[in-house]
């Protein structure tokens, strides 16, 4: 609440709602560290999990700080104030952005409260493996596809043109791919602890990524936007990778 309200009133005088992108992988570092201090013993998974966050959450905010910094507000939130009116957008926005967000990553954020606060034994379990290994691979995907993407947008001779190699040879969203399944080990560390209910926090965060503010919305610009869109759909996996179709 602290984080989004002054968020707000930031956004208010920059007139630019979009800032609380760049601080989406802040919000979950502070969730991991408030169960961190607040949650009693220590462990090998304890420390692993809130170490993974500030990893994952340092490097999307840095990424889409750079990326935002000294950009205009982002076309979404242009949309949302020509609709709403500018002359009450400032005090709306607060619900509809950054309130909404703020308990969204908060009840995403329920597998890493598990996964610190029950602890039947300090040493790891192999499904521990298994949520390290899909944190892993997850991590390089959204890592790498969102810096090969800002290596193509660089060079000036790419404008207009669409990337296909790399990891967005295998899907269209390695980014979006990734970070599903960085969720998914954060998951999978709250079902090593024999919590399950949390899983619904990877759950929503997948469907959140899929049907409403990722896959689904961006799929809408390009196709429109980018003349041989329509063209990489049909050869290439719009989320989980696989090898380009003929």
């Given amino acids: 609440m602290v984080l989004m309200t002054t968020l707000w009133i930031v956004s208010i005088f920059l007139k630019n709602v979009s800032i609380i992108d760049s601080f989406w992988g802040i919000a979950f570092i502070l969730a991991a560290i408030s169960y961190y201090l607040t949650t009693e013993g220590h462990g090998t998974r304890k420390e692993l999990v809130v170490g993974l966050v500030i990893i994952w959450g340092l490097r999307l905010s840095i990424y889409l700080g750079i990326r935002n910094w000294n950009k205009p507000e982002d076309y979404r939130y242009q949309e949302f104030r020509k609709k709403y009116g500018a002359s009450r957008y400032w005090w709306f926005s607060f619900f509809q952005v950054f309130l909404l967000q703020g308990i969204l990553s908060w009840l995403i954020s329920i597998p890493l409260l598990a996964a610190m606060f029950y602890m039947p034994s300090s040493s790891l379990y192999y499904i521990d493996y298994i949520a390290l290994i899909l944190w892993s ?28 190699a790399g990891f ?27 919590s399950y209910l949390p899983i619904l926090g990877s759950v929503l965060m997948t469907w959140l ?4 503010s990722g896959v689904a919305m961006l799929e809408k610009t390009l196709k429109n936007s980018k003349p ?16 380009p179709k003929k």
């Fill in 137 to 164: 691979i997850g991590f390089i995907f959204e890592a790498g596809g969102d810096y090969q993407l800002m290596k193509f947008k660089k060079d000036v001779t790419n404008k207009g043109k669409l990337l296909q």
């Fill in 209 to 212: 990524i899929i049907k409403i």
């Fill in 228 to 243: 041989h869109y329509k063209e990489y759909i049909r050869r290439t996996n719009a989320f989980f990778p696989w090898f």
């Fill in 168 to 194: 967005w040879k295998y899907t269209r969203h390695p980014n979006y791919f990734g970070d599903a399944m960085v969720w998914w080990g954060f998951g999978l560390f709250s079902i090593a602890v024999g």
